[in-house]
């Protein structure tokens, strides 16, 4: 009962919040702006409105993460509402499971929100909506469940600010792991390597959670590899918010 | 049963600032609140008494000593079950109304669900909040939000209160609204500590009080006992002797104020009123009255700042927190 009213509180404090609200409003016009693609690129119109509307759902979905959960332990730390919460038998962790969930509830409710849009918008557009597009929403909501995860492991100890640049700085590396990689294994100095190899290991692999060019182009897709993805995102969201109430129970206020 | 509070040799230092100084927010400071007490913690800004209060309720933890809550470390969940804390100029969710944040905490108290409508609907009844139920509490005044502050910390009926500055923002009627809620906390058997600059609340409603100087307890004790061995004055009251006869006798007398056929004296010590009454006994005048004035509380208060203000070379050696 705890852990879900502090689950509640966080999804009420969201969406009465007028950031949320404008991200979404944001998000529907960029994906009904794709109706005045088609006259520009003639005969790529359905991967064009696919890509957008998956690549513009996972832009602002993504912004909600960061910029949402970057403040969503601080703001309670500097408006002082934390005082009165943590004072009654509340667990340290599960406040920030609490928060965490809170926001995964509004994330999966924004998805589900932007994917009827979307659907919608596809349907009337004569263009069919494919299983493999459920997936790959799915597995957003797995890659938005990490991201949040990093963001409120920073928003238990740097301002907001610094949590949404740390944050991002994570994503861009994160969808861009497997480049690393290969350019750290290339004819490199051994520290370079070393350092690829370390940031390759200990940052998110967000690419895997990607199979928009599948869904864009009709190719099959990898379900063991889906499945793989998922746990990967599990194991990591638990082992982030795991640090995050270590690094929560110390702290005096 | 354990004492609900129990603080022993509790020590807070803080480093601050580029050089790393250390502040010692409170040094070695130990006191006991009994059940059913009404405990006054009173001290200048910056004495500790919110650093004591936030490791009573858990947010900080203390440097060395120990401190325990309803026989409980404070760091526990189970220490806070029974515990119902107002912060200082408390912030709550602005985004919520009254009703809806009291909901939230009865939730987060383990209030069971059947009863927690009726409990928040009677809270927000005592504390007259329940035309403005369910307006958000971002437009609420300081006054109003010290109200929800107070309901959300009794609303799951706890045994040990603890309250930081409760009287701030509550205009005359509400802190007699206040007290009388306190007095009823005590006359059904809760434990009541709080902190609070208005000293006159502190002597109308506490059993004890403890005051902190600097981050050290200067003085505990019940306050009947405290202010009684502290006879500031007294003022004697005598007839058919002239003003005169008592400057010329002798009589170290602080004032003098003539009346009808009596004299008012105002002297420092017993050795004075033995003096005064030689002189009486002497001149065939008569004592009409002997009364001892005992310091209020507010001279108690300003008498210990002041000794250890010029004991520890100047006030303020702890920080606000």
């Known amino acids: 009962m705890r852990l879900w009213a502090l689950v509640r509180n966080t999804f009420r404090e969201a969406v009465r919040d007028k950031v949320l609200l404008t991200l979404l409003v944001i998000a529907f016009l960029v994906t009904a702006g794709a109706r005045l693609i088609p006259s520009l690129a003639a005969g790529e119109e359905v991967k064009i409105i696919k890509d957008l509307g998956l690549k513009s759902m996972t832009l602002f979905c993504v912004l909600i993460a960061v910029l949402v959960g970057g403040r969503l332990v601080y703001r309670e730390i500097e408006k002082r509402t934390i005082f009165v919460i943590l004072a009654k038998p509340v667990a340290r962790w599960q406040f920030v499971l609490g928060k965490y969930l809170g926001l995964m509830l509004v994330l999966v409710t924004s998805v589900a929100i932007m994917t009827a849009w979307f659907a919608l918008f596809m349907t009337l557009s004569r263009i069919p909506v494919q299983p493999q597009m459920l997936l790959q929403v799915l597995l957003l909501v797995f890659e938005l469940a990490v991201i949040t995860a990093i963001a409120v492991l920073f928003s238990t100890f740097v301002t907001p600010i610094s949590s949404a640049v740390f944050t991002f700085a994570i994503y861009f590396t994160g ?10 294994t290339k004819d490199r100095p051994v520290l370079v390597q070393a350092v690829s190899r370390f940031c390759y290991y200990l940052l998110p692999n967000l690419q895997n959670f990607d199979i928009s060019g599948s869904v864009v182009h009709n190719v099959p897709v990898n379900y063991a590899q889906v499945g793989l993805t998922v746990v990967y995102a599990l194991v990591y969201v638990s082992a982030v918010l795991l640090i995050a109430t270590l690094v929560f129970r110390r702290r005096n206020f | 049963m354990p004492q609900p509070i129990q603080v022993d040799k509790l020590s807070k230092r803080y480093r601050s600032g580029f050089l790393i100084r250390e502040i010692h927010a409170l040094d070695s400071v130990s006191f006991d609140v009994g059940q059913g007490e009404i405990f006054g913690f009173l001290g200048p800004n910056g004495a500790g008494k919110t650093t004591t209060i936030k ?5 900080t933890r203390p440097t060395s ?9 404070p760091d526990l969940v189970a220490g806070k079950r ?9 912030y709550f969710y602005d985004h919520l109304s009254a009703r809806e944040f009291l909901e939230l905490s009865g939730q987060l108290n383990g209030v069971p669900r059947r009863e927690l409508r009726e409990r928040v609907t009677r809270m927000l009844a005592t ?3 329940t035309r403005a139920a369910d307006a958000r509490l971002r437009g609420f005044s300081r006054g109003m939000l010290q109200r929800v502050g107070i309901a959300q910390a009794l609303l799951h009926d706890p045994k040990l209160v603890i309250l930081d500055e409760p009287m701030g923002g509550l205009d005359p009627i509400g802190r007699k609204e206040f007290r009388d809620i306190i007095l009823g906390l005590r006359d059904s058997g809760r434990t009541v500590f709080f902190s609070s600059h208005i000293l006159q609340d502190i002597e109308m409603i506490c059993d004890r009080v403890a005051i902190l100087v600097a981050g050290r307890l200067v003085s505990l004790g019940r306050l009947d006992e405290i202010l009684a061995t502290e006879i500031d004055t007294f003022e004697v009251t005598v007839r058919n002797i002239s003003e005169d006869a008592l400057r010329t006798g002798g009589v170290k007398a602080q004032q003098i104020l003539p009346g009808d056929d009596k004299l008012l004296v105002v002297v420092r010590s017993e050795g004075d009123v033995e003096e005064l009454l030689r002189l009486l006994a002497a001149q065939d005048g008569k004592l009409v009255s002997l009364v001892p004035r005992v310091r209020t509380l507010e001279d108690f208060f300003m008498s210990k700042v002041r000794s250890q203000g010029a004991a520890a070379g100047g006030p303020g050696t702890g920080g606000a927190r």
């Not at chain 1, 969808?175 to 750290?184: D, I, M």
């Not at chain 2, 000593?65 to 470390?73: F, H, I, L, Q, T």
């Open chain 2, 55 to 59: 490791i009573l309720v858990g947010l």
């Open chain 2, 82 to 90: 029974e515990l119902g804390f107002l912060p200082e100029s408390p």
């Open chain 2, 65 to 73: 000593g120990s401190a325990k809550v309803m026989g409980k470390s």
């Open chain 2, 127 to 129: 504390v007259n909040l």
């Open chain 1, 175 to 184: 969808s861009l792991s497997r480049s690393l990689l290969y350019w750290g």
